[in-house]
């Protein structure tokens, strides 16, 4: 009779601390290593940026911000009101660094979910999968609110699963936490009672216990709620989850699909596309035959993961209903991932004798992928390269065609021209104006809207997927001798090959 895994790695049994220790340390190597030193934050990080660095210099929540998920940018304002600077650099890497910390912590309630499942050495393998998961690495160090989402999502589980009812209403204010950071938490209170009367039928005064745990939910929802309705009008919960089933009702019963701003089949497809695409480099190889084991071993664990999980994808697929092609909304579902995965790798591990080298193997094979995967993701020097040419853009003028994704850092160039940023975001985000040529058949058609709208440069670079009338000047400038190359990026030695050039309006005029 084989030994069990416990009496086969009876250090990792005995040392379950030190273990985690070794996880969280090479976490914080990996993202630190790939940490984006000199780069600024941008899109919606840039946005909690902003909220933060502004409620951190008011002393109270700004008005003038009208998106619903801000408890993380509340949770970072504490945080640069004590790590006060000038320099908008200094902050944002603080916001990184936190995201990096949340993200490494998680371990820690990840474990114990791991743990309610399995042997404490598979446990390590599930916290493994997760903290060294390339994208939650990538994420991690974005600044966004995924870790910390991810963080409360995974205690909430774990304090719901609890043999203690007490604990069990602890995970409904963890819950109700879950809600504050993306509004799209709330959908768990559904899977959360269906199983808490599931689990608590057989308990005196069930109802009576579940009023309990949801006036705790309500209670802790309410402050927020509340302070959200006196600056924007919404609670920035219910009504955007309201919001947003209107708009699915519509497109759904709409009978214009091809111009509804919501299609299920649409949506269906790329949920698909992505679902499966998230999987790769490491989940792919044991989602598959865990899923299958999960559904095979009926007991209230598994129900709640599978329920809970069900749940926690309808954001997703009613964001890709809508054309949102983001993989952030599946984030969420990654610790799940990495707990299903265990099933398939115990499988794996018990038909070997020596089951710690397997254990051993199998970590260094998840690691090795993920670093592989990072190498080919992240290239911080591009993005380097790409604010540089953001700050070309600056020099000459105010107004520029769109160039998306580079273009995200004209968003932050116009942070040189004050000494103290706080309470300059409008003008420092409109020193730049974009326009987006990819509505227009033709160049010409294109420079005599932009011409109107203060367009006096031109930039191109070698993305394929710019209009086709900008590919052609990119590959045949001599054809244009109305626009005048003023940079060339292959100059300076770039990676990023772009071209700026003067629109001469007069030689256009002549042709």
């Not at 936490?177 to 069930?206: A, D, H, Q």
């Amino acid at each position: 009779m084989s030994e069990s895994i416990e009496t086969k790695t009876k250090f990792v049994t005995k040392n379950v601390g030190i273990c985690l220790f070794i996880l969280a340390s090479i976490g914080i190597i990996i993202r630190l290593y790939y940490f984006p030193y000199g780069i600024p934050i941008s899109l919606d990080g840039l946005l909690y940026f902003w909220y933060a660095s502004d409620t951190s210099t008011l002393g109270h929540i700004p008005s003038d911000y009208s998106f619903p998920n801000n408890l993380w940018p509340l949770t970072l304002s504490v945080l640069f009101s004590v790590i006060r600077s000038d320099n908008f650099l200094d902050l944002m890497y603080v916001q990184r660094f936190a995201t990096i910390a949340i993200s490494v912590v998680t371990i820690i309630p990840m474990y114990l979910l791991c743990k309610k499942f399995f042997d404490k050495p598979y446990a390590l393998i599930g916290t493994s999968l997760f903290v060294l998961e390339p994208r939650i690495i990538q994420n991690s160090i974005s600044g966004l609110t995924e870790p910390l989402f991810i963080l409360i999502g995974i205690s909430t589980f774990v304090l719901f699963l609890s043999d203690r009812i007490k604990i069990t209403y602890i995970s409904f204010a963890t819950a109700a936490l879950f809600s504050l950071v993306r509004y799209e938490g709330l959908l768990l209170i559904i899977p959360l009672t269906v199983m808490f009367f599931i689990r608590f039928r057989s308990k005196n005064k069930v109802i009576f216990r579940y009023l309990i745990a949801l006036s705790i939910f309500i209670l802790v929802l309410l402050p927020i709620a509340y302070i959200r309705i006196q600056n924007t009008g919404q609670d920035g919960i219910i009504s955007h989850v309201i919001g947003g089933a209107k708009i699915a009702s519509i497109g759904i019963t709409s009978s214009d699909q091809v111009n509804a701003k919501f299609s299920l089949i649409n949506g269906a497809y790329i949920f698909g596309k992505l679902i499966s695409w998230s999987t790769i480099p490491i989940y792919f190889l044991f989602i598959p035959f865990g899923i299958y084991m999960i559904f095979r071993n009926k007991n209230h664990n598994n129900y709640t993961i599978i329920v809970c999980g069900l749940t926690l994808l309808l954001p997703a697929i009613y964001a890709y209903s809508r054309g949102i092609e983001e993989l952030r909304y599946l984030y969420i579902i990654f610790p799940l991932f990495s707990l299903i995965s265990i099933f398939t790798i115990k499988n794996i591990v018990e038909r070997f004798e020596r089951k710690n080298i397997i254990l051993v193997l199998i970590i260094l094979g998840i690691l090795i992928s993920s670093i592989l995967f990072l190498n080919w993701k992240i290239d911080n020097e591009y993005e380097r390269e790409s604010i540089k040419i953001a700050e070309e853009v600056a020099k000459r003028t105010t107004v520029i065609n769109d160039y998306h994704p580079e273009s995200v850092y004209l968003r932050t160039v116009g942070f040189s021209d004050f000494q103290d940023f706080s309470g300059k975001r409008m003008a420092i985000h409109g020193k730049i104006t974009v326009l987006f040529a990819e509505k227009f058949k033709s160049l010409e058609e294109f420079l005599d809207y932009g011409k109107d709208h203060g367009l006096k440069y031109l930039l191109v670079d070698d993305n394929r997927n710019r209009p086709e009338f900008l590919i052609n000047v990119f590959e045949n400038e001599k054809n244009y001798p109305y626009l005048i190359k003023e940079f060339d990026s292959t100059d300076i030695g770039f990676k990023y090959h772009v071209k700026i050039f003067k629109i001469e309006y007069n030689v256009l005029n002549e042709k």
